[in-house]
């Protein structure tokens, strides 16, 4: 079991490195589903792991200049408070059933929406931004810092599409390095916060990070190197079939 911790590390690891999305969206459902971890330890260890991974994936994307620093703190504006705010209330209602399906609903949206921008994205040169970027930013940011609280699900996969719709001059390499940038703290906090709450596996989450090392410097060389159009074709698969498996676990869906 524990071979294959390290294992779903590395993958995980390598996903984040090639294309910033791989942490809560892959590893929170394989968790879950395919090793029985409780969900509220699935969330919580996922979430320290992803942001100490993805710490090590932005100084290699900020070596070689894929860091927007400038949004990436636009984004933190909205997300910090959202996450701080999620967490002072799970302190205080109890999870639910309903709250999970709703969750899992929204989840199989966002991905599907998130597939369907990367097949129809172009790469103008210009404008880095669109008009009221930077109004948009934060406010969205907010939502995905509460979403990521919530349930470990969503902040790369949501972030990266927000980033490709208000920021079409970006490069693919310069999407994936900033919304890196941006989870790092997102993650670490809602991860610290559900540590206090109780919600974090400390062998698995050391099992998870010795794999995701090898797996991260290979991810972000292959990131650097393959044509973008190569990169968004499997991630779109990849999401695609995350919310594929996401809507056939769901209680009472049709058959």
Not at 196 to 224: E, F, I, K, M, Q
């Amino acid at each position: 079991m524990l071979v294959n911790f390290i294992l779903s590390g590395a993958a995980g690891g390598l996903l984040i490195g090639m294309t910033g999305i791989g942490g809560g969206s892959l590893m929170t459902p394989l968790l879950v589903m395919g090793f029985g971890i409780p969900p509220a330890t699935a969330i919580g260890t996922d979430l320290l792991y992803a942001a100490l991974t993805k710490a090590g994936a932005v100084a290699c994307h900020q070596r070689h200049g894929n860091v927007s620093w400038r949004t990436a703190g636009w984004l933190l504006v909205g997300s910090l408070p959202g996450s701080g705010l999620t967490l002072w209330i799970l302190q205080r209602i109890p999870a639910s059933p309903l709250l999970d399906q709703t969750l899992r609903q929204g989840l199989v949206v966002a991905l599907t929406l998130t597939t369907l921008a990367l097949w129809k994205r172009r790469t103008p040169p210009k404008p880095a931004g669109t008009p009221h970027a930077q109004v948009w930013t934060p406010i969205l940011g907010f939502f995905i810092g509460v979403l990521v609280t919530l349930s470990s699900v969503g902040g790369g996969a949501l972030g990266t599409a927000l980033l490709l719709v208000l920021y079409p001059g970006f490069g693919f390499s310069t999407i994936v390095g900033t919304e890196l940038a941006h989870a790092v703290p997102l993650t670490l906090l809602a991860g610290l916060g559900h540590l206090r709450l109780g919600h974090v596996d400390g062998t698995l989450l050391v099992a998870l990070l010795a794999g995701s090392l090898p797996g991260l410097w290979v991810g972000t060389r292959l990131n650097h190197h393959l044509p973008e159009r190569i990169t968004r074709a499997g991630l779109s698969l990849l999401l695609l079939g995350l919310a594929f498996g996401l809507w056939h676990s769901m209680p009472g869906k049709i058959a």
